[in-house]
């Protein structure tokens, strides 16, 4: 048992850090993705206009990508994540390629930042506890439980108290898993960042816009 509380104390550490490191990844893409729609403004007027709007496509994708979905439309998300990407590269390209000067440059690193962000973020998706790791743990618990069993006595007059084991054992399991899971499950990961910046852009377009009088 003792043995099993240590596992179980590792495992959800761990599944703690994963779950911190990618709210900090949803940050920094949300960071990335503001700050190179306001080094836009550096493209000459047509460029910049069109890396704008392709953004705001872009930060929809990357809030759907966090919303929870069926792996037929997550399949569909990231093959519209990687088009948006690739239109948002050969959009500043050419300005790149024919002005070489620092403003540009700033742009560039920008969009590198960009592209950057959303490759942690999926790479901090995928890395969830090993399976090999999930095993072991109920191995041990299935151990440790057969082991209380065994040594219980007066079993059926005190069922209760006798159920307390495996009934922590398994809400324990049930929130490493959960916390382990971004997408699924209680405890997810929101786009909290990318919301506010989606909403803040939105409201800036507005007011850019040219007011109409009603006669």
């Not at 990508?65 to 690739?86: A, G």
Request: proline share 4%; net charge neutral.
């Amino acid at each position: 048992m003792t043995l099993l509380a240590l596992i179980i104390g590792f495992t959800f550490s761990m599944a703690i850090d994963r779950h911190d490191q990618r709210e900090i990844f949803e940050e920094g893409e949300a960071n990335a993705i503001g700050t190179e729609y306001l080094r836009a403004d550096l493209l000459p007027p047509k460029a910049s206009a069109a890396t704008k709007d392709l953004l705001i496509q872009y930060i929809d994708q990357r809030i759907l990508f966090y919303s929870k979905q069926s792996p037929e439309k997550i399949q569909e998300i990231r093959s519209k994540t990687d088009q948006l990407q690739m239109a948002l590269w050969n959009e500043i390209l050419p300005v790149v390629r024919t002005k070489d000067t620092p403003a540009i440059a700033l742009v560039a690193s920008g969009m590198n930042d960009v592209l950057n962000s959303q490759g942690y973020v999926q790479a901090a998706w995928w890395n969830r506890i090993p399976y090999t790791a999930w095993a072991l743990m109920a191995a041990i618990a299935v151990c440790a439980n057969l082991l209380v069993g065994f040594g219980a006595r007066n079993f059926q007059k005190n069922t209760a108290l006798f159920m307390i084991f495996p009934f922590v054992v398994s809400v324990s399991f049930f929130l490493i898993a959960d916390i382990d899971s971004p997408r699924g499950g209680v405890i997810r990961i929101e786009a909290k960042n990318l919301v506010a910046l989606k909403n803040n852009l939105t409201q800036q377009m507005e007011k850019a816009q040219p007011s109409v009088g009603i006669k």
